[in-house]
């Protein structure tokens, strides 16, 4: 962390050097150095984002910040804007690159897109940047299909794009067009666990989601995740859980009011 810390430092002062000396015949040369320079940290922070590194990133995005001297609007809001665009779509193609699926790749963006447009001053949005890089990280660590055969990245997919679907082994093996017997023991292999058990934990995970920011009915929110029947799913969140859905939600409503 402190080398890559450094090295962006180190980059920064040959860029702030270049800027001190220069005159008006290096201009062209100067533009030139510059430009390779910010993209060079443009490819890093797409790398290490790629790889779920946030300090690397975050490093990277710091010199980069140094070269967007530019002003390509008529006010800095809008300069600010314009730039957090740039590093939204540059993150993107970090996420990308770290094999996160479209779907979850173009929420995140959205949301920050939408973020980055109700901005109505700089000290709103100023912390903003950090915040996008430590979000697209975390969504490499956490969805990233990039160990997975092509085969298993299709039905995690599909498990995570809707959990109300028919989720099943015969399911997902017609989709793919291979045995049932086969999918098992592929999904097995590289995920650690069957298929069933995987599906109910992303169930059980979503679940959980929607109890800390619904006031959705209990049994409105299995539905959401796929399970119909009530009594299953208490006994498969409890198991997982240690409580039950109703004893999860009064815990939560304890630390809200302390």
């Known amino acids: 962390m402190i080398n890559a810390k450094e090295d ?17 015949s290096q201009d062209i040369s100067y533009k030139t150095q510059l430009l390779e320079e910010r993209y060079q940290m443009e490819n890093n922070l797409i790398n290490y984002v790629a790889q779920g590194k946030y300090l690397k990133a975050y490093n990277s995005f710091a010199g980069i910040n140094h070269l967007m001297l530019e002003s390509r609007a008529t006010s800095r809001l809008q300069d600010f804007r314009h730039y957090a665009i ?5 993150l993107r193609k970090g996420a990308e690159l770290g094999a996160v699926h479209p779907i979850h790749i173009d929420y995140l963006s959205s949301y ?26 975390a969504l490499v660590k956490n969805h990233s299909l990039k160990e997975y ?19 099943s082994l015969n399911a997902h093996a017609q989709l793919l067009n291979i045995t049932p017997s086969y999918l098992s023991k592929l999904f097995r292999k590289e995920t650690g666990v069957t298929l069933t058990e995987y599906v109910n934990q992303k169930r059980i995970e979503h679940s959980i989601f929607l109890l800390n920011s619904t006031d959705l009915p209990i049994q409105i929110i299995a539905q959401y995740c796929g399970i119909t029947d009530i009594n299953y799913f208490t006994r498969l969140f409890k198991k997982q859980v240690g409580k039950t859905p109703s004893e999860y939600r009064k815990l939560l409503k304890k630390e809200f009011l302390k």
């Open 86 to 90: 740039i590093l939204n779509t540059l």
């Open 112 to 137: 920050f897109a939408k973020r980055i447009e109700a901005f109505t001053s700089l000290e709103s949005g100023k912390k903003l940047p950090k915040e996008m890089i430590r979000k697209y990280c």
């Open 149 to 167: 055969s092509l085969f298993i990245q299709k039905v995690i997919t599909r498990i995570e794009a809707d959990l109300t679907a028919d989720q």
């Open 8 to 24: 962006a430092n180190k980059r920064i002062a040959k860029i702030q050097s270049i800027l001190e000396n220069i005159t008006e």
